[in-house]
């Protein structure tokens, strides 16, 4: 119990203002905290509001949320269990350390990982509706997407694979009226070695719009694998096309899905299709009913380049420097899970 029968306690509470969110523990009274604070230069009050510094509260009047803890949430004095008053007079009788005893870091922890969840949400959200955007869609909170955008020149580059193909993919796509803006989407390669990968898509309404929305399927950087496949899924999502058949069905869908147009004039296309890039483009041309002869000296353009034969294990690297792509990092990190 605490020492009070000394005639000169510590004033261990010089200062601080002292509440309770309910019924005190045990058979402590009103009577005996207030006598207990008042040897300790403290105040023990039976109301709470601003002047308030300390609130003590058990564990489950805290998760009950009462009309006391409520409050006191919303204003900058610690919450801390009963324990912290109790103690603070045992002993050598000086105040612990309110970090020890505190319940507002827990709360806080949980309430930035909901929101988190919640702007990952927004953001998947957000992405699927990039097919039709909605006339009453609000672009998300600007600056701090733009931070981040800002942030990954210095940090990731496009990814670009061994055929020298860069994962800074452009997507369009054309109304009755006007054409929307681009949509970009890309793979970025954190510049730290082992490097970690990050896949981001950016949309905006019109030409020069400074609000852009950002989309990213995970907070943070993860192995390339995942983030590849994140980078795919979108493409097919946004063009109604898989990643390996973007050669073969380009300016084949409906015009409400956003259109990729491959590198022509000799460009590589990359890896991960499902033919080589000569055969991928001859049986384009079939498929939209082209005249070859009209072709032809683009077929001779398509025989100069080397691209080989296209790996169907889907893991390609991606070019540095994509609006939307996939950034890398640590390769040891694991993957964020949800």
Same mark, same amino acid.
């Given at each position: ?40 230069? =403290?105040?023990? $009050?039976?109301? @709470?509001?601003? %002047? ?35 103690? %603070? ?33 927004? =953001? ?26 800002? +942030? ?19 997507? $369009? ?25 990050? @896949?981001?898509?950016?949309? %905006? ?20 694998? +995942?983030?590849?496949? +994140?980078?795919?899924? @979108? @493409?097919?999502?946004? $063009? ?28 590589? $296309? ?40 296209? +790996? ?8 540095? =420097? ?17």
């Amino acid at each position: 119990m605490p020492r009070d029968s000394f005639s000169s306690p510590q004033p261990i509470f010089k200062g601080r203002i002292i509440a309770a969110a309910g019924p005190l523990p045990d058979k402590n009274t009103v009577e005996n905290f207030k006598h207990w604070a008042k040897l300790r230069k =403290g105040e023990f $009050t039976t109301t @709470f509001d601003e %002047s308030v510094t300390h609130l003590l509260c058990s564990d489950e009047q805290f998760k009950a949320e009462n009309p006391v803890v409520k409050k006191a949430l919303g204003h900058k004095c610690h919450i801390v269990r009963y324990e912290w008053f109790l103690l %603070s007079m045992g002993g050598e009788e000086a105040a612990q350390p309110e970090e020890d005893h505190d319940l507002r870091a827990g709360h806080n922890r949980r309430k930035r990982k909901e929101q988190r969840m919640m702007r990952l949400e927004k =953001g998947r959200r957000l992405a699927r509706r990039f097919i039709d955007p909605s006339p009453y869609s609000r672009p998300l909170p600007g600056p701090q997407s733009q931070a981040v955008a800002n +942030a990954l020149p210095d940090l990731y580059q496009i990814f670009v694979d061994d055929l020298l193909f860069s994962y800074k993919v452009e997507l $369009t796509r054309l109304t009755r009226h006007d054409p929307d803006p681009p949509h970009e989407r890309g793979l970025y390669e954190s510049n730290a070695k082992p490097h970690l990968y990050w @896949f981001a898509a950016k949309y %905006s309404k019109s030409k020069g719009d400074t609000q852009p929305h950002y989309y990213r399927e995970t907070e943070f950087p993860t192995l390339r694998r +995942a983030q590849m496949g +994140a980078f795919k899924a @979108f @493409f097919q999502l946004k $063009t109604g096309i898989r990643w390996s058949e973007r050669i073969i069905r380009d300016a084949t869908m409906p015009a409400e899905y956003f259109q990729y147009t491959p590198p022509t004039g000799g460009k590589s $296309t990359g890896r991960d299709k499902l033919w080589s890039r000569y055969f991928c483009f001859e049986l384009n041309r079939a498929l939209r009913g082209l005249n070859p002869e009209k072709t032809a000296a683009a077929e001779d353009q398509e025989r100069g380049v080397k691209d080989g034969r296209g +790996a169907q294990s889907g893991v390609c690297e991606v070019p540095r =420097g994509c609006e939307t792509g996939v950034d890398s990092g640590n390769e040891h990190r694991e993957p964020l899970r949800d």
